[in-house]
């Protein structure tokens, strides 16, 4: 449905803008487990183990030669959007799949973030209460493999 995300028009052209598709219901479904979930949890150690991966991630990543990380706000969620000079965010991607190393890469439809950056795309990692420290160290092992190549 969109093509190109800016502040004047998002759209694209006619049929395909009309493609939205079926109202997620699954994912409310879903939302509502996740919900009762969370409330089982202490969330303020949650936050504090999310966020030690974060740390953990992005100080690992700050050593990689050619590595830039987009967006380092204080007290952010557990995301971290990276490149790395010399490849595109899909290679990173791609290259971390082969080892079941789940990101996205892309635009992430938040086009107009990533040019106030200046940049087109990003490898984004997120992080969360279901990862370990071992995942990060995995994360960053295997980005040391794809830069050598």
């Known amino acids: ?16 803008k009309f493609e939205a598709g079926t109202g997620n219901l699954a994912d409310a479904v879903g939302l509502g487990a996740a919900l009762i979930y969370l409330n ?17 991630a992005t100080d690992a990543l700050l050593d990689i030669p050619g590595c830039s990380i987009i967006g380092q706000a204080p007290q952010k969620a557990g995301v971290l959007s990276f490149n790395i000079d ?7 991607d791609e290259g971390l799949n082969t080892s079941g190393i789940a990101i996205r890469s ?41 830069c050598s190549r």
Do not use: W
């Not at 969109?2 to 004047?8: A, H, L, R, S």
């Not at 010399?86 to 990173?92: N, R």
């Not at 200046?118 to 794809?146: C, H, K, M, P, W």
């Open 40 to 56: 089982t949890l202490d969330l303020h150690a949650a936050g504090l183990y999310e966020s030690a991966l974060l740390a953990m």
């Open 106 to 146: 892309g635009h992430h439809c938040a086009q107009p973030i990533l040019r106030r950056f200046g940049v087109d795309e990003s490898a984004r990692a997120s992080f969360a209460i279901y990862n370990t420290f071992e995942d990060v160290e995995r994360l960053i092992s295997r980005l040391y493999q794809i």
């Open 1 to 16: 449905m969109i093509k190109d995300v800016i502040f004047t028009k998002t759209f694209a052209g006619l049929p395909t």
């Open 86 to 92: 010399g490849f595109s965010a899909q290679e990173i």
